[in-house]
């Protein structure tokens, strides 16, 4: 943690520094301005000079220097007040304008000489690193062997503790997940102050169900029980959710500012928080940066130099695409009238520079975290949490654009579940059901957080891969054979299934309808050969040896 926070505080000043070398090319910029708008009273020379005061005000203050950022903020307000009334323009206003320039000067060459700067804020805290394994704590049996097998075809790593005191070592320095033989443990013991952390997700099994057993394993600290013998199934569902809920993807968040150093501030601070920052110092690639990095919430400031904020945010607002983003505009301004109407043409909030830290990330994490649960109704199958076909099919019309754009290759997978009217008719829906979710789960699992996955509709599942048909086929041939080992459960009975796979790519076949129809083709093949295998759809990619095994 305290390497951390060195490291933190470290790139901030290295941010500092570069905020005091360019401050002279910015008062000479300002300077060239101010001459402009006296000697040239219908040029751009006040509109530069407002903008170039109204940056200098916010990144003045969000560095520390806040004599530097009260001054350009002073300077700002007199421009701002100007412009509202230009018959006022005379020889004595400018005159002010620069009299407050060179008061600007004046603290600028303070600041630069004496180096004291009083801290922005604490930064926030950092998020902890995703789940990577589980640890047991359980007799060797066939069932606990089953289980960690069963666990490895989702990815799961299996590490064995020694006892009750091993775990309680492992909490206090470590974020994870661990199954627990309560039958295991003695009577006396309990979670010592130190190892009571949050992050360690504890599920507890157990021989016995009665309420007393299960109140034992929450006093514990339990966020999962389950009664022996196990329902794997079940049980695997339960650490899924516990997984997924701790190593969620971390918010991304589109920095709009042209001052690129500035913009580098901001992205620091989210980045120690938890957060994905992407920056964008050129407003009219907007759409673009949307388009490659699908932010969840986007930073922006309301004078950007090319366009204005309330112009971005309006041409937003008019790509049904990103109607939903969450748009937050970070500025200096602190004309009410201003800020309203930047929230009314599109801006969900309206935070003044200078900004603390920590109400910054809070903000953004919260906004964000609302978008993503409104999109998931919208856009989510509700058994499988994977995109819905109509989601699905806008998602690969994007990657089209995108893959025409940098020239990058991807692949179409259509993946159907074997024989999966039979198991309807055998078991029920219910444990049909569950066979859809293990399946969604391994691909979730087994693909990069770049790879895309929707479900089609019924047993029918559809992926994007960003690799090459080579990478592709083997990814998903190692799919098809670790989905074929997953034992489901039906009551006391249980079994396996299968799923046959049609494969396809860009630029081989360009366009969604064309890769829609060669993935299905190369699907309906895998189908007519005898199920359970991956097939292409060119003959570039000889068959794997051990992929064939007629269902």
């Known amino acids: 943690m305290t390497d951390q926070k060195d490291d933190f505080q470290a790139q901030l000043a290295i941010l500092r520094a570069r905020f005091l070398q360019q401050l002279p090319e910015q008062l000479k910029q300002m300077t060239a301005a101010l001459a402009r708008a006296a000697t040239e009273p219908d040029s751009d020379g006040l509109q530069a000079l407002h903008h170039l005061a109204h940056r200098l005000h916010g990144s003045g203050g969000a560095f520390g220097f806040h004599a530097l950022s009260t001054a350009a903020g002073e300077l700002e307000q007199a421009i701002q007040q100007l412009t509202a009334s230009p018959s006022s323009a005379d020889g004595n206003a400018v005159e002010r304008l620069g009299r407050l320039l060179g008061v600007l000067e004046h603290q600028s060459e303070a600041t630069s000489t004496t180096m004291e700067v009083l801290p922005p804020g604490k930064s926030p805290s950092p ?18 062997q089953e289980l960690r097998q069963q666990l490895a075809y989702f990815g799961y790593a299996i590490e064995p503790l020694a006892n009750w005191q091993a775990l309680q070592a492992l909490r206090a320095d470590e974020r994870g997940l661990a199954l627990i033989d309560l039958d295991l443990l003695d009577a006396g013991v309990s979670l010592s102050a130190q190892a009571d952390q949050p992050d360690m997700s504890l599920v507890f099994l157990s021989q016995q169900g009665d309420l007393a057993t ?3 394993a929450v006093r514990l600290g339990g966020s999962a029980f389950f009664q022996r013998p196990l329902d794997t199934t079940a049980l695997i569902d339960a650490i ?3 997984v997924t809920r701790a190593g969620r993807a971390p918010y991304r968040v589109l920095i709009v500012e042209d001052s690129s150093t500035l913009a580098d501030y901001y992205a620091l601070l989210l980045r120690q928080a938890g957060m994905q920052p992407r920056c964008l110092d050129t407003p009219l690639r907007v759409l673009d940066e949307l388009t490659d990095f699908l932010p969840d919430i986007i930073l922006m400031d309301l004078y950007l130099g090319a366009c204005n904020g309330f112009e971005l945010a309006a041409v937003i607002r008019q790509q049904a695409t990103y109607a939903g983003i969450p748009i937050v505009f970070l500025s200096a301004e602190r004309n009410l009238g201003k800020q309203m109407n930047a929230m009314r043409l599109g801006g969900d909030d309206f935070i003044t520079k200078p900004v603390d830290p920590d109400r910054l990330a809070a903000s953004l994490a919260s906004r964000a975290d609302r978008a993503r649960g409104m999109r998931a109704l919208m856009s989510r199958d509700s058994l499988t949490g994977l995109l819905n076909h109509t989601h699905f099919t806008d998602q690969l019309d994007i990657e089209v654009a995108r893959a025409r ?13 074997d024989f999966f009217k039979a198991v309807n008719d055998q078991y029920g829906h219910p444990v049909g059901d569950r066979v859809i979710k293990s399946l969604a789960r391994l691909l979730q699992q087994r693909l990069r957080k770049t790879d895309i996955i929707g479900r089609y509709g019924g047993e029918e599942f559809a992926v994007i891969l960003w690799a090459d048909l080579a990478d592709s086929f083997r990814v998903l041939n190692d799919i098809r054979e670790q989905f074929s080992h997953i034992r489901h459960q039906a009551s006391d009975d249980s079994f396996h299934a299968t799923i046959s796979i049609g494969v396809t790519g860009w630029p081989q076949q360009d366009g969604s309808d064309a890769l829609y129809e060669a993935a299905d083709q190369a699907l309906y093949q895998a189908k007519h050969q005898g199920r359970n295998q991956v097939v292409a759809a060119w003959d570039s990619i000889p068959p794997l040896p051990s992929q064939h095994h007629p269902a």
């Open 240 to 242: 899924d959710g516990l």
């Open 405 to 417: 754009r940098q020239q990058q290759p991807f692949c179409l997978a259509m993946i159907d579940i």
């Open 214 to 216: 299960r109140l034992r």
């Open 127 to 144: 998020a902890s690193d995703t789940l990577a394994r589980i640890h047991l704590l359980a007799q060797a049996s066939p069932e606990m």
